[in-house]
């Protein structure tokens, strides 16, 4: 009986997310227009961090109210890895071709590799000056190893900044722009009010991973790998996927990019700023790492072959994720036991 009210808690946690999804996306595409920005920027900066707001909501929660930081790097991970191969799938077989950029491919796809390493070094790090007396795998993160990752979403943002620099140097005044009788202040109320639904269908979402752990006797890291990784994706497939219906593949995987990037390299971290340390488990940790890395050189492949996905690439994406699904499944309910120790 719990079981099935729980997964009607799912299920209205996970609409509670989209609709707060649907107003962030129109919000910030609007204050996106008002402040003159790039697309590349509105993808990577306002739309992305915006649309990833539930991944670090599942982070703090939790961390903070239900001391589990290992199901919210699941979350995060977990949604990483749907957005690299689920959004880009779906997005070009529901909307139009995905066409990018070498700029796209050459700065925001390397340096999301990039950011996936130094998550990585950082939890490496953990296990090796910070380990937990009576373990083999599991290490202590402190704030000034979260703060490694931190400064490196810095270095993104002034990349960017530079762009958006360069780009609005080159724009002509237009006193004809609608976008200057835009209430502002309406809008970025808006914005707050959106953030607020989605954080309390994130914490739902949060507590019923935790029951489904309990009553089914597996890992809630599972959960949050799967079911709530998918669920809090969905601001960012919103996103994406309008893009591409408008034929803005770069918007669209540029959203992607840049959603990962913010959860790797701050929503993660701030679980850790917030409690002040915490433990995690590198025998876990580096599988799911790993993975992740894979499925990022499989889209990175294909974003740089004549600068597009196609098709036929975007259902590969699909099969690769429900493959992962299935993996995890079997390694969870120890039918094999080949990636996790």
Aim: proline residues 3%; aromatic residues 10%.
């Amino acid at each position: 009986m719990l079981l099935i009210a729980y997964t009607i808690v799912i299920i209205v946690s996970t609409a509670a997310v989209w609709h707060g999804s649907f107003v962030l996306e129109r919000t910030a595409g609007r204050l996106a227009v008002y402040y003159r920005l790039p697309a590349v920027v509105q993808g990577s900066i306002i739309m992305a961090v915006g649309s990833s707001f539930p991944e670090l909501s599942s982070t703090v929660i939790a961390t903070l109210i239900h001391g589990e930081f290992e199901l919210g790097v699941a979350v995060i991970v977990g949604s990483a890895i749907f957005n690299i191969l689920v959004i880009p799938g779906l997005s070009g077989l529901i909307g139009k071709e995905l066409k990018t950029n070498r700029e796209l491919v050459y700065k925001d796809a390397l340096f999301y590799i990039i950011s996936v390493t130094v998550l990585l070094l950082t939890f490496a790090f953990a296990l090796i000056y910070y380990p937990v007396e009576g373990t083999r795998w599991e290490g202590m993160v402190t704030r000034p190893l979260a703060l490694i990752p931190v400064a490196l979403y810095g270095v993104y943002i002034f990349l960017q900044h530079q762009d958006t620099v360069e780009y609005q140097a080159g724009l002509v005044p237009d006193a004809s722009d609608v976008s200057r009788d835009l209430d502002v202040k309406k809008q970025w109320i808006n914005l707050v009010f959106s953030l607020g639904i989605i954080a309390l269908g994130v914490e739902g979402l949060v507590r019923s991973a935790i029951v489904f752990g309990d009553l089914l006797n597996t890992p809630n890291f599972f959960w949050g790998l799967t079911i709530i990784a998918a669920a809090t994706s969905l601001p960012d497939a919103f996103v994406s996927i309008q893009a591409a219906r408008r034929g803005d593949g770069l918007v669209s995987i540029a959203n992607v990019l840049g959603s990962n990037i913010f959860d790797l390299l701050i929503a993660i971290p701030v679980g850790v700023l917030i409690a002040g340390r915490s433990i995690v488990n590198f025998a876990v940790a580096a599988p799911v790492m790993g993975l992740l890395t894979l499925a990022t050189i499989v889209l990175f492949a294909m974003l740089r072959t004549q600068l597009r996905v196609s098709r036929a690439e975007c259902m590969v994406l699909l099969m690769l994720y429900a493959l992962f699904i299935f993996w995890t499944a079997l390694e969870t309910f120890g039918i094999i036991d080949f990636l996790f120790v």
